[in-house]
C-alpha cells in the first residue's frame, strides 16, 4: 500500500506539472486554459489527499509495529505528513480561493487587488506542489534503498 500511494501520488505530481499543464497552457489562451485546469484540480487534490493518508497511515504501521526494521519508517511518516498537510492546504484553501479569483480577474470590474492576490496564491500553490514533488523524489530514494536492503 505505501509503494502504491506512492507511486501514485508521484506520478499524478509529475504528469500535473510537467505534462499536463504545460500542454494545456501552450495549447489554449490562458483564460480558456486556467478555466481547464481548475477543473483538473479538485480532482488532482482529492487523489493526493487519499494517497498521503494512505501513505502517511502505510509508513506509521511499518514503524511501529517493526515489521519493516528502521528508522527510516518513521522519517517516512514525517516527510508523508508534511507532503499530506501541504496537499491538504493546497486543495483545501488555496484552491477554492484561486477558482473563485480566477473568475473575477478577467472582468473590466474587478478590483484591482484580485490579480495580485491571484499571483500570490498560485505562487503559494507551486510552492506546495514542490514541496509534494521533492518529498515524493525523497521518499522514492528511501523505498529504493530499503528495497535494496531487504535483497542482501
Known amino acids: 500500500l505505501y509503494l502504491l500511494a506512492l507511486v501514485v501520488w508521484l506520478g499524478e505530481t509529475v504528469f500535473l506539472s510537467f505534462v499536463v499543464a504545460p500542454s494545456i497552457f501552450r495549447g489554449f489562451p490562458p483564460e480558456e486554459a486556467g478555466r481547464v485546469m481548475g477543473t483538473i484540480f479538485p480532482a488532482?487534490?482529492?487523489?493526493?489527499?487519499?494517497?498521503?493518508?494512505?501513505?502517511?497511515?502505510?509508513?506509521?504501521?511499518?514503524?511501529?509495529?517493526?515489521?519493516?526494521?528502521?528508522?527510516?519508517?518513521?522519517?517516512?511518516?514525517?516527510?508523508?505528513?508534511?507532503?499530506?498537510?501541504?496537499?491538504?492546504?493546497?486543495?483545501v484553501a488555496v484552491q477554492p480561493?484561486?477558482?473563485e479569483l480566477r473568475e473575477v480577474r478577467h472582468r473590466p470590474d474587478a478590483p484591482a487587488n484580485v490579480e495580485s492576490e491571484f499571483q500570490r496564491l498560485h505562487g503559494l500553490s507551486v510552492q506546495?506542489?514542490?514541496?509534494?514533488?521533492?518529498?515524493?523524489?525523497?521518499?522514492?530514494?528511501?523505498?529504493?534503498?530499503?528495497?535494496?536492503?531487504?535483497e542482501r
Open 44 to 91: 488532482y487534490y482529492r487523489v493526493g489527499m487519499v494517497c498521503g493518508a494512505v501513505l502517511v497511515a502505510a509508513a506509521v504501521y511499518l514503524w511501529r509495529t517493526g515489521v519493516a526494521s528502521g528508522a527510516r519508517w518513521g522519517l517516512a511518516a514525517a516527510l508523508g505528513i508534511v507532503m499530506l498537510v501541504c496537499i491538504l492546504y493546497a486543495g
Open 97 to 99: 480561493r484561486v477558482r
Open 128 to 150: 506546495l506542489n514542490s514541496v509534494v514533488l521533492a518529498g515524493g523524489a525523497a521518499l522514492s530514494v528511501l523505498a529504493a534503498m530499503a528495497m535494496r536492503r531487504a
